[in-house]
Nanobody, 124 residues
Framework: HVQLVESGGGSVQAGGSLKLSCAASGYRYASYCMGWFRQAPGKEREGVAA????????YYAGSVKGRFTITQDNAKNMVYLQMNSLKPEDTAMYYCAARVTTTWCGLDRGRFAYWGQGTQVTVS
């Protein structure tokens, strides 16, 4: 069973920074895609960033490109989301997600089978 646990959320002022972490356990595969998604009240869950272990390709939503950076530490089974220049519209519950044994990576939430519990990010 794949388990994902997010941490690092909190409340920050606009223009500030925050780094989210996702700890993955319960699996080890040759290929996988790790993603960060967010959902604000009344809105659909949207893809924020994703990273593919085979080659390290990254994918970003246009709204966060240049401000957010996704990284991974495969040895520690960790994925991170560094968020800079935060805006109030970034306020949402942020979720870590995983797609394993795949040749695909991106921001299509329907392709991710495993999800964490979420961590709240509030920007004021």
């Amino acid at each position: 069973h794949v388990q994902l646990v997010e941490s690092g959320g909190g409340s920050v002022q606009a223009g500030g920074s925050l780094k989210l972490s996702c700890a993955a356990s319960g699996y080890r595969y040759a290929s996988y895609c790790m993603g960060w998604f967010r959902q604000a009240p009344g809105k659909e869950r949207e893809g924020v960033a994703a990273i593919y272990n085979s080659g390290g390709d990254t994918y970003y939503a246009g709204s966060v490109k240049g401000r957010f950076t996704i990284t991974q530490d495969n040895a520690k089974n960790m994925v991170y989301l560094q968020m800079n220049s935060l805006k109030p519209e970034d306020t949402a519950m942020y979720y870590c997600a995983a797609r394993v044994t795949t040749t695909w990576c991106g921001l299509d939430r329907g392709r991710f089978a495993y999800w964490g519990q979420g961590t709240q990010v509030t920007v004021s």
